[in-house]
């Protein structure tokens, strides 16, 4: 997204709340809540992958696979 460098944080906290507005515009409180709630599993899918995503990142730059480290815990000798 090419428009969140050049944004601030005031220019993008009220760009959200006229897209709310406009969104809520002619909707029910039912609606609204269903709408919301939305929006906001789409936020929570997003920080999982940005979290899995530094994860990995994180674990090659450490020079460790993805899948864990060689060792298995759970394994036995």
């Known amino acids: 997204m090419s428009c969140k460098n050049s944004s601030s944080a005031q220019q993008l906290a009220i ?3 006229l897209i709310a507005a406009a969104l ?4 029910s ?3 609204i809540n269903v709408l919301g709630n939305f929006i906001t ?3 929570a899918a997003l920080l999982v992958i940005a979290a899995q995503l530094s994860s990995e990142q994180s674990n090659m730059q450490n020079g460790n696979t993805t899948n864990g480290n060689s060792k298995n815990k759970n394994s036995k000798k």
């Open 41 to 43: 599993s789409i936020g």
């Open 29 to 31: 409180a039912n609606e």
């Open 24 to 27: 809520a515009e002619n909707l």
């Open 15 to 17: 760009a959200s709340g």
